[in-house]
């Protein structure tokens, strides 16, 4: 809490104390807002956000700056996830996420056993419960093995049950190098790290939009608070235009509406942006079944509705995938999506469970939490890749745009981040 009240203390000479002091001017009137030099601007306080600046910051010595909407770290997908450390084994070889997720893993279990975050590497089960699957499961793990996964084995049914009592299935494969990590406590050892090197975090400073000035782009910023009030039918307001050498657009379920308000960058080259909500459940008043991480066969959309462990032995079951649309600019600039976990959803999580957990008794599931996933791809249309986009498809210097930064984007943050440096530093 100490490092987290130094973060928005530490900004008060620079963007926040500027919001705070200067009067609104509209967006249209660019040449009266004050103006700010930065060397490397990133948007978005998550947790590639926040690995970015770290490697910017202690690897490289850049000047970082990093702006968020929200009034700290960390508050939307990167703290609303499964908190599990994926092996690669679910994504098409040689895309991003495959490298990105085992070049990621690598680099995660060092940081967090160097800097003492908290994370255990408990293994995965892959579960088939019908004939049908087991074709789908050694598909599983021929891709895993050909990302490079280690360790992938087959079990019959008898000896994964006989690891996993309480489990049913025909056949699983076990992944031994997939893990839980604390994400909170993640973020908060990245961010101190930053700010040890001269990070500078401005919280409740929204981006809402920028434009292209002499192949140079320029960030219109405001306050959150002035945002949140806007009525919709005026320009919205800017007031501070930041002028960055850097910039990197990791915001998240934002990302794409944020693009889409630079001026001068091109059109075609923004995704579309789609939104799946996932509930997850918790197993109340009960010991934990389980000591690995359960999964089943992957459905359209997401990976199932999984067991996964936190650090404490709490159980989760999750997520569902709920599509939702109708989200505007300031809804994603502001993370004001609906996270309530209604009960009535226990009707569905309950026989999803029970394929692979027979033993889940009636009334045991409570409300979790709930999750959105930033996708570039809708229902039926089949999954895509990470989109990191660089002066190459978009033909603006030093700018990166980060788009579908969903699973498995905590597993790959470090990766991510290592890639887009050499990026812009190339």
């Known amino acids: 809490m100490l490092r987290m009240m130094?973060?928005?203390?530490?900004?008060?000479?620079?963007?926040?104390?500027?919001?705070?002091?200067?009067?609104?001017?509209?967006?249209?009137?660019?040449?009266s807002i004050p103006k700010e030099k930065v060397d490397c601007l990133v948007i978005g306080a998550g947790i590639v956000g926040i690995a970015v600046a770290k490697e910017l910051s202690v690897k490289h010595g850049r000047e970082v700056l990093v702006v968020d909407s929200a009034p700290t770290f960390g508050t939307g997908t990167s703290s609303r996830n499964s908190e599990v450390i994926h092996a690669g084994i679910y994504y098409p070889p040689n895309s991003l996420k495959a490298f990105f997720c085992v070049r990621g893993k690598e680099l995660l279990y060092k940081y967090c056993k160097d800097h003492e975050v908290p994370h255990k590497q408990i293994g995965k089960l892959i579960v088939a419960n019908g004939l049908s699957e087991i074709p789908k499961l050694s598909a599983l793990m021929t891709r895993g093995i050909q990302n490079g996964v280690e360790g992938l084995r087959m079990m019959d049914g008898y000896e994964a049950m006989t690891l996993e009592p309480e489990l049913q299935c025909l056949k699983a494969l076990w992944s031994p190098?997939?893990?839980?990590?604390?994400?909170?406590?993640?973020?908060?050892s990245l961010v101190g790290e930053a700010e040890s090197?001269?990070?500078?975090?401005?919280?409740?400073?929204?981006?809402?939009?920028?434009?292209?000035?002499?192949?140079?782009?320029?960030?219109?910023v405001s306050g959150s608070n002035a945002i949140a009030n806007w009525n919709g039918r005026s320009e919205l307001?800017?007031?501070?235009?930041?002028?960055?050498?850097?910039?990197?657009?990791?915001?998240?379920?934002?990302?794409?509406?944020?693009?889409?308000?630079?001026?001068?960058?091109?059109?075609?080259?923004?995704?579309?942006?789609?939104?799946?909500?996932?509930?997850y459940f918790t197993l109340s008043n009960t010991k934990s079944p389980f000591k690995h991480l359960i999964y089943p066969i992957p459905e359209v959309g997401g990976l199932g509705v999984h067991v996964t462990l936190d650090l404490n032995g709490q159980v989760k079951f999750g997520p569902d995938v709920e599509w939702i649309g109708g989200i505007h600019d300031i809804p994603s600039f502001l993370n004001m999506f609906d996270y309530s976990v209604g009960e009535d959803r226990a009707k569905q999580f309950y026989p999803a469970i029970r394929k692979y957990y027979p033993g889940l008794k009636d009334g045991s599931l409570e409300p979790g939490y709930a999750g959105i996933r930033p996708k570039l791809s809708g229902p039926e249309e089949g999954p895509t890749d990470f989109v990191v986009q660089g002066e190459d498809i978009h033909g603006i210097s030093g700018l990166v745009n980060l788009?579908?930064?969903?699973?498995?984007?905590?597993?790959?943050?470090?990766?991510?981040?290592?890639?887009?440096?050499?990026?812009?530093?190339?």
């Open 403 to 426: 788009f579908g930064i969903e699973s498995p984007g905590l597993t790959s943050s470090m990766a991510i981040a290592e890639h887009v440096a050499a990026k812009l530093l190339k």
């Open 197 to 220: 090197h001269g990070t500078t975090f401005s919280y409740n400073t929204a981006v809402i939009g920028g434009h292209i000035e002499g192949n140079q782009i320029q960030i219109h």
């Open 237 to 279: 307001d800017s007031e501070l235009v930041l002028i960055p050498k850097l910039v990197v657009n990791s915001a998240g379920l934002s990302a794409p509406a944020i693009a889409k308000r630079m001026k001068g960058l091109p059109d075609g080259i923004i995704p579309a942006s789609h939104y799946a909500r996932g509930c």
């Open 6 to 31: 130094k973060a928005t203390n530490s900004i008060t000479k620079t963007v926040s104390h500027k919001l705070k002091n200067i009067s609104r001017t509209p967006l249209s009137s660019s040449s």
């Open 177 to 188: 190098s997939s893990g839980i990590v604390d994400s909170h406590s993640l973020m908060l």
